[in-house]
Nanobody, 123 residues
Framework: QVQLVESGGGSVQAGGSLRLSCATSGYIYLMGWFRQTPGKEREGVAAIFLGSGLTMYTDSVKGRFTISQDNAKNTLYLQMTSLKPEDTALYYC???????????????????WGQGTQVTVSS
């Protein structure tokens, strides 16, 4: 059984930075960060394959966001820099124990989700 708890959200001005954290438990194969705004579908932001360290990013955050893991603390991070107003969303941590499945940025690939943490970027 896997449990996820996100933290680190907040309000920041455009160009600023935030670091999101996701505390985990249990065995996990793949973890990702998703975000959602009212009236829109949940969007895959970044993901990391824990065994290999391979990372994936959606085009809009490449060069600005970095996903990483701390194995000793069983914690996933999303370092966000050069934030833009369009980054404003509720951010979710997600995990799966399955080796095979849909693409990394498809929500249905993941069967464990955190409660979400709000990120607000003002101009």
């Amino acid at each position: 059984q896997v449990q996820l708890v996100e933290s680190g959200g907040g309000s920041v001005q455009a160009g600023g930075s935030l670091r999101l954290s996701c505390a985990t438990s249990g065995y996990i194969y793949l973890m990702g960060w998703f975000r959602q705004t009212p009236g829109k579908e949940r969007e895959g932001v970044a993901a990391i394959f824990l065994g290999s360290g391979l990372t994936m990013y959606t085009d809009s955050v490449k060069g600005r966001f970095t996903i990483s893991q701390d194995n000793a603390k069983n914690t996933l991070y999303l370092q966000m820099t050069s934030l833009k107003p369009e980054d404003t969303a509720l951010y979710y941590c997600a995990a799966t124990q399955s080796v095979y499945g849909a693409r990394w940025n498809v929500p249905s690939r993941y069967n464990y989700w955190g409660q979400g943490t709000q990120v607000t970027v003002s101009s």
